[in-house]
């Protein structure tokens, strides 16, 4: 069951890290263990971000590109208006997920699970943050977490 398992947490992991990244999350590290259970870690830079984003569109000089942009975010929801920062039209919007316990909790089930991963996934899953770590008492999860700490 390893030779299954591990290849499907690992694409799991590079799946779930593609998509704190796309959210804007940024990864320094990740690593996966299991035992009887299964645990995915994710070192982030931060677990909150700001409410808005800057969002960037087109050069200005881009004709059609430019008035699809400025018609799209026109008064629409919006933080900004439309302004220009180094040649290209900016605006700023409003993040999906401030908070990447949020993301993983509504949106992990969404990523490149395999199978067997995936069918556990359904039944439930928790995400655990800084704090909560202490709860997993599996002495190899402790070794575990200081050699991913030590990299």
């Known amino acids: 069951m390893e030779d299954v398992l591990f290849p499907q947490l690992h694409k799991m992991e590079e799946s779930v890290k593609e998509m704190l990244e796309r959210y804007d999350f940024r990864v320094y590290n990740s690593g996966v263990w299991a035992n009887e259970k299964a645990m995915l870690l994710y070192e982030l830079e ?12 087109p050069q200005v000089f881009s004709g059609e590109h430019a008035a699809a942009f400025k018609s799209k975010y026109t008064g629409s929801n ?23 316990k949020r993301l993983l909790e509504s949106e992990l089930p969404k ?12 039944k439930g899953y928790d995400v655990l943050e800084n704090g909560q770590m ?3 008492r599996d002495n190899d999860f402790r070794k575990f977490l200081r050699k991913f700490f030590k990299k």
Not at 46 to 57: A, I, R, T, V, Y
Not at 80 to 90: C, L, R
């Open 134 to 136: 202490h709860q997993v």
């Open 78 to 100: 919006v933080f900004s208006n439309i302004y220009i920062e180094n040649g290209k039209y900016m605006v700023e919007i409003p993040r999906k997920f401030t908070q990447a």
């Open 111 to 122: 990523c490149g699970l395999g199978k067997h991963v995936g069918s556990s996934i359904k």
């Open 46 to 57: 931060s677990k909150d971000l700001p409410g808005l984003k800057k969002h960037g569109g």
